[in-house]
């Protein structure tokens, strides 16, 4: 386990393609180098506002070498290494550490998916094969796996190298509390689903939030407020990306909008997402560069 437990604005790193669909590795990492200067403390790889269900696995093993290059150690790297087979989720999490994951976070099996003791069972070999920490993603939205907070607990306390939980099933902040209250110190929590309830969670008891790429100043921002104890003013940066936090929240077309946005920012060369993760229509591209240009006249971070 990294000495110091991971902690903060982890944002998920959007894969970058040409227009063509093929990896655009100078744009991927000018991402990485945009959003540690925007104040991420650590990054998220593969997930899906990574669109790491598109991803072949030599693209995976690439992307990972040339940002374990870029990053040289200076945030943890949380590598998402879930798979529908036990077997593969155990290859591809060993496959990670070795070129330099600092954690897994593993989406469990969604395609058979099955009862406590399976998902106690998957998650145990991961852990036989690895040396560094997991975090379960709990995702039913996605997944349709449900994961109670008894069986939380347990993994986290019966299984090695278990220690973090990422919290994505509505309405969160209830089950950040029921699950610290199952798991005690025994699992570190954090929040996802772009950090639509980022402050509801910290409150109670979260230590972390994984949004998407393009707006992570904004939560650093957030971040360091709520740690300062100064809530009233973390809610008044929050508010104004709340519109923006919505329109990325409807289903298959975040990834896209975060894209657009990184683009105008000169970030990324392209706003190219792969099938089946969808591309805005004209008219909500309009939407998006309206609610751009509003955040800017607010002064949002």
């Not at 100078?26 to 990485?32: E, K, M, P």
């Not at 094969?129 to 306390?157: C, G, H, K, Y």
């Not at 949004?211 to 104890?229: F, H, I």
């Amino acid at each position: 386990m990294p000495d110091t437990p991971l902690a903060g604005v982890y944002a998920i790193l959007a894969t970058t393609f040409h227009d063509d669909g093929s990896i655009d590795l100078d744009s991927q990492l000018r991402l990485v180098d945009f959003l540690l200067a925007e104040g991420a403390h650590g990054l998220g790889l593969f997930g899906n506002a990574s669109e790491g269900y598109t991803l072949l696995n030599e693209e995976r093993t690439e992307l990972l070498k040339a940002i374990v290059r870029r990053v040289d150690g200076r945030v943890p790297l949380v590598v998402s290494t879930g798979h529908t087979g036990t077997d593969a989720a155990v290859r591809l999490s060993r496959e990670a550490q070795d070129l330099g994951a600092q954690a897994l976070m593993v989406l469990p099996p969604y395609f058979l998916r099955p009862d406590g003791d399976g998902i106690f069972f998957y998650f145990e070999a991961i852990s036989k094969a690895i040396s560094i920490p997991i975090m379960v993603q709990d995702a039913p939205l996605m997944s349709q796996v449900n994961l109670p907070p008894a069986l939380l607990s347990r993994m986290a306390r019966e299984i090695e190298h278990v220690r973090y939980a990422k919290i994505e099933a509505p309405p969160t902040a209830p089950k950040i509390t029921a699950v610290r209250e199952a798991a005690g110190d025994a699992m570190v929590l954090f929040g996802g689903l772009n950090g639509q309830f980022f402050i509801e969670e910290h409150e109670r008891g979260s230590r972390g939030v994984m949004p998407g790429s393009d707006m992570t100043c904004m939560y650093a921002s957030v971040w360091s407020k709520l740690e300062a104890g100064d809530t009233k003013a973390a809610w008044e940066v929050f508010m104004r990306a709340l519109p923006l936090i919505r329109f990325e929240l409807q289903p298959g077309r975040g990834v896209s909008a975060m894209k657009h946005n990184l683009n105008s920012a000169g970030i990324i060369a392209s706003t190219r997402v792969r099938h089946p993760t969808t591309s805005l229509e004209p008219a909500s591209i309009r939407e998006l560069e309206a609610l751009r240009t509003l955040l800017s006249r607010n002064g949002q971070p």
